[in-house]
């Protein structure tokens, strides 16, 4: 007996269980090989989710880094112990961001030389920034600071010219501080020249004097050692760098540089390579459904010659679907086999369409398209689910990143290159913020005294001049400032505040009251209004704001006061000399 008597023998049913067992090896294929696409475009996706946080964290080495060359190695705990919070914190990001190119080291997903290449490239470059970061803190340590280090033996050997009973010039001991002082407070060689100058005079002028006065010798000892430790710390700041482009400092400022655009074009050739295996994967999976669609197109040739009308019927149908058009419903009249037959085409063709439907939506980039409730419980409805579910999530999850990520980018531009008024620093800082997150309206709040004082307010796109204090533990803010801790409301008690613009006023959907610490001190508030409910990821990125937005804030409050006091005492001292 032929094959062909056999087939021929077949009920319609095994003959159908043979055709359509094969479209259904298909679609297995189909879906192994969507699932395996899926797993390769996500893990390349963390990877590059992975790079992107090495980056973010080389940003925050940075702030580490210029923290402490301001102000951050006069603490007396570095000064003693060769270790502050911020040296601490500097170390924890560079091991993060070790972690983390040794993690991408080992990803089994990305087998590329060029890679690879880049990876080691970018970690040697993080060791050297990492020595020549020790050699800076172990150069500030021997600089020292006030009376510690080289800068405690200087003011031990001014004090000692100062308090010997030798009768010298005072006005050229004087001369040499001011020389001392300018030299710290600008940074500038010429005043090295002229500090040693006047050394040499003041020198040759005690050493005219009749040697039979007693502690000529001494004074003279004392002055060459006061003038060998400012050479010394001369030497020392010149290492570190007289300017931020210069010596140990400018180095690290330009590798800190270089090595995030190293990490921002390996974040890129990972989305390329991402991209091209997204591309490989459609390819794939419209190959394997335009073989099934060829298979089908097969069989219905087959069944034409074979069965009865009803089967020519169906035929037309595949015949119709392989050409790339949806066929009408066939009419079933009957309960037979071959009824069942049309049902199952009907079914198919149904689901194919919602199938195709749901691809095209997802290709257009529509992840809010929901598959129909009639057909999602197949394997493949099953399986494009899934992969619809997981880059859905996969989306939002990278727009929060690069959102949040970009805001910080933004703020932290504005406090680093920030060389303006404590005032003009709040407004460009909660006019940023305002805008940012698309809010109503803002204000920016410091502590003055046992009071909060309100130091800039932004709203509707303008800047707001309101003069308010507001005492400790008083109020929402000054509760939030008290107990260190977030404030987020939706239900705002009556009267508290009202969002004004050209409408008239309303009462806001809700409040935001995020205190500002740093070095676990509380010194203000940020304060954001809106006529919207804001998200979480939205709160999360003020509360991790708010730590840098205090930093600076202290640092330049810190830098006025010290200042402010700076020139009072140079002030009192030449007005004590000249009086």
Aim: hydrophobic content about 40%; proline content about 1%.
């Amino acid at each position: 007996m032929s094959f062909k008597h056999l087939f021929l023998n077949l009920k319609i049913r095994f003959k159908l269980m043979i055709a359509f067992g094969s479209i259904l090896l298909l679609s297995v294929i189909l879906v192994l090989v969507a699932i395996n696409g899926n797993f390769s475009i996500l893990s390349l996706r963390n990877l590059g989710e992975k790079v992107d946080m090495a980056n973010l964290r080389m940003s925050q080495v940075n702030i580490y880094l210029q923290e402490f060359a301001s102000k951050g190695f006069k603490t007396d705990e570095f000064l003693s112990t060769g270790s502050s919070q911020l040296t601490k914190g500097y170390q924890t990001e560079m091991d993060s961001i070790l972690h983390v190119l040794s993690l991408l080291k080992n990803n089994d997903r990305y087998d590329n030389k060029d890679f690879s290449f880049k990876l080691n490239t970018i970690a040697s470059d993080i060791n050297e920034f990492d020595i020549k970061f020790q050699n800076l803190v172990a150069l500030y340590q021997k600089r020292g600071f006030e009376d510690y280090g080289l800068e405690g033996q200087l003011r031990d050997a001014i004090h000692e010219v100062e308090e010997a009973h030798f009768p010298y010039n005072k006005v050229q001991m004087l001369m040499l501080r001011r020389h001392e002082k300018d030299f710290f407070l600008r940074k500038d060689l010429k005043y090295l020249d002229r500090f040693n100058q006047a050394a040499d005079i003041f020198r040759q002028e005690v050493a005219k004097v009749n040697d039979e006065l007693v502690g000529k010798a001494q004074v003279l000892l004392h002055i060459n050692e006061y003038q060998t430790k400012f050479n010394d710390i001369v030497e020392v700041e010149q290492k570190i760098g007289l300017t931020s482009s210069s010596g140990i400092l400018g180095e690290l400022n330009q590798q800190a540089t270089a090595i995030s655009d190293q990490l921002r074009k390996l974040t890129e050739n990972v989305k390329q390579t991402n991209k091209a295996m997204i591309d490989k994967t459609i390819y794939i999976i419209i190959g394997l459904f335009g073989a099934q669609l060829i298979i089908g197109m097969l069989l219905g040739y087959i069944y034409s010659h074979v069965f009865t009308k009803s089967i020519t019927q169906i035929k037309d149908a595949m015949v119709s679907l392989a050409k790339g058009k949806f066929p009408e419903k066939l009419k079933v009249k009957s309960s037979d086999e071959l009824a069942e037959t049309k049902t199952a085409l009907n079914q198919l063709v149904e689901r194919i369409k919602v199938a195709v439907d749901f691809a095209r939506n997802l290709g257009a980039g529509n992840f809010s398209v929901q598959y129909d409730e009639k057909y999602n419980k197949d394997v493949l409805a099953k399986s494009i689910i899934a992969l619809h579910q997981k880059l859905q999530e996969a989306d939002q999850e990278q727009f929060i990143t690069n959102w949040s990520n970009e805001g910080m980018a933004k703020i932290n531009g504005i406090l680093k290159n920030h060389s303006a008024s404590l005032e003009i620093l709040g407004d460009d800082i909660i006019c940023q913020i305002v805008n940012y997150l698309n809010v109503n309206q803002g204000a920016l709040y410091l502590i003055d005294g046992n009071e909060l004082q309100r130091l800039a307010t932004y709203a509707y796109n303008k800047k707001r001049f309101v003069n308010q204090k507001i005492a400790m533990g008083t109020g929402l803010v000054g509760q939030c400032v008290l107990e260190k801790e977030c404030v987020y409301i939706t239900d705002l008690p009556p009267g508290y505040t009202s969002i004004t613009s050209g409408l008239g006023e309303c009462t806001p959907s809700s409040l935001l009251i995020v205190p500002l610490i740093a070095r676990d001190h509380v010194i203000g508030a940020i304060e954001l209004a809106a006529l919207r409910k804001l998200k979480a990821y939205e709160i999360e990125f003020v509360k991790k704001l708010s730590e840098s937005i205090a930093s600076i804030l202290m640092n330049n409050m810190s830098n006025q006061k010290k200042e402010a006091t700076e020139a009072k005492r140079v002030d009192d001292k030449y007005s004590s000399y000249y009086h």
